[in-house]
């Protein structure tokens, strides 16, 4: 199994700033692509950013160059930090990982989910 562990949510005002985190653990051999989704109350989760192991992001429309995503490679962790919140930037926030994990003779795909994390920015 691979887990997922998010933190660095909570409350802040518009204009703040906030930096999540997340840590991956388990069986891992190998993460390719890690990446973070929001989900709104009454909305479908969406595509925050996105890395590759090898750096490559991708953003949302709504997050481009106020948002920047990190990985550390060699403790499994991804990073979002988001500047100049805005209230519509309330949700609550997932880290996803996809990659191989450790078996008996063999490696094996995942794509594993963290428990999620909030994040409310007041206006």
């Known amino acids: 199994q691979v887990q997922l562990v998010e933190s660095g949510g909570g409350l802040v005002q518009r204009g703040g700033s906030l930096r999540l985190s997340c840590a991956a653990s388990g069986n891992i051999f190998r993460i390719n692509a890690m990446a973070w989704y929001r989900q709104a109350p009454g909305k479908q989760r969406e595509l925050v950013a996105g890395i590759t192991s090898g750096g490559n992001t991708d953003y949302a429309e709504s997050v481009k160059g106020r948002f920047t995503i990190s990985r550390d490679n060699a403790k499994n962790t991804v990073y979002l930090q988001m500047n100049s919140l805005k209230p519509e930037d309330t949700a609550v926030y997932y880290c996803?990982?996809?990659?191989?994990?450790?078996?008996?003779?063999?490696?094996?795909?995942?794509?594993?989910w963290g428990q999620g994390t909030q994040v409310t920015v007041a206006s």
């Open positions: 996803n990982a996809a990659g191989l994990r450790t078996g008996i003779a063999k490696t094996t795909p995942f794509d594993s």
